[in-house]
C-alpha cells in the first residue's frame, strides 16, 4: 500500500507589496508540517505524460515522441545530446510515489493504482548502436494506449529533417485567442500571454504555459455559481495535470530568476506565489516555491481562498509556425 509523506519546507509568504512570485528570503516562517497524501494512478500518470487521453481512453496528442514509421505509430522516438537527458525526461514521466531501482543504469519502476494494485512495470534500459542512448518499454501486463515503446536517440542521427525552432524558453507570445476556452474563461482572461517553457525538439513539441488572472471558484461541485468555469476548464486539454506540471517546476527551478521576470512580465499579476489548478479533480494543485514545487492531491486547500484559485494552462501541441502574437489556436482535434 502506498503511504503518507511528510514534506517540511519553506514556503514563502505573501504580502500585499508582493510581485509575481515571492522573494527568495531564508528568514520568512515556515509553516507547520503538512500531511500530504501522495497517492497516484502511476498507470495514467506515465500514460498522460507521453500521450494524453481523455477519460474514455480516446487519443489526444502526443506531448512526447515521434513516429518514425508510419507502419507503427505505437513505436515513438526522442531525440537527445546525451544519456542523462534521456533518463531526465524518463524521470518526469514517473510518479513521484513509485520507487524506481537502479542496477547500473538500468530502471525499473513497478506501477500501482491508488489502492496500491499492481499495473505493470516500466523500464529503462541505456543502449547504443546506431546512434541509439537508451528505450523505454513495458511489461507485457501495463496497459499502455497507443504506444509501447520509447526510444530515445542522438540528434545527430535523427533520421527527418525538421524546421528551426523559432520560439526558445522565456519567450513571450503575445494575445493569443483562443476559442474553446474563451467560452469559459471570465472577461479578464480572454486574451492572455504566454511563456515558453519548452522549445521544440525532435519528437518534442514546444510547450507554452500561463496562469490566468482571474480566480475560479472550487468548493463543491454544486456549491457556487461559479464551480461551472472550473468544470469546462478541467475538460479542456489545457490542464497540465500531474506530470505536466513536474515538468514546468522542474524548468522553473533550474532558472528561477529570468522566470520570475519573465512571467511577472507576462502576466503583470502574483498569481504564482498561491496555489494554482492544474488537473483533472478539484483537489489537485501545487505551489511554486524557490526551493521546490510541491504538489497537493488532498482535500484542504492551501491558504485563506476557500478553494479559489487560478489555472495554470499550457499548450503543447501546436507547432512553432502556428505560434505567434495575436494568434487563434484551435483545440487539439
Known sequence: MKHLLKYTSVILLMTLATTLFPSCNKQDPEPPETDVNTNFDDLSYFQNCIIRVDSEGNFGYRAYGKPLDANDTTHLFIGVDELAQAEQFFREWIAPDVEISNDN????????????????????????????????????DTRLLYFRRVTFMHNNDWPLVEPQSIWHKFDIVHNLNIPCLNDVLISEDQSLNWVCVRESGNGVP?????????????LDETGSSENWRHKK?????????????????????????????????????????????????????????????????????????????????????????????????????
Open 105 to 140: 543504469g538500468n530502471l525499473t519502476c513497478p506501477l500501482t493504482d491508488l489502492n496500491g494494485n499492481a499495473q505493470g512495470t516500466v523500464y529503462f534500459r541505456p543502449t547504443s548502436g546506431s546512434g541509439l542512448i537508451a528505450e523505454v518499454t513495458a511489461s507485457d
Open 206 to 218: 514546444p510547450f507554452f504555459c500561463t496562469v490566468t488572472n482571474g480566480y475560479y471558484d472550487c
Open 233 to 333: 476548464i478541467r475538460e479542456k486539454w489545457f490542464v497540465p495535470r500531474m506530470g505536466g506540471a513536474q515538468s514546468i517546476g522542474n524548468t522553473l527551478q533550474a532558472d528561477w530568476e529570468l522566470f520570475r521576470e519573465v512571467f511577472q512580465e507576462a502576466t503583470g499579476n502574483d498569481n504564482l506565489s498561491g496555489h494554482c489548478w492544474i488537473d483533472d479533480t478539484h483537489t489537485d494543485y501545487f505551489i511554486f516555491d524557490y526551493y521546490e514545487l510541491f504538489h497537493y492531491k488532498d482535500n484542504t486547500h492551501y491558504g485563506e481562498d476557500d478553494g479559489a484559485a487560478p489555472f495554470l494552462l499550457k499548450i503543447e501541441w501546436v507547432d512553432d509556425e502556428d505560434i505567434y502574437d495575436g494568434a487563434t489556436i484551435p483545440d487539439h482535434d
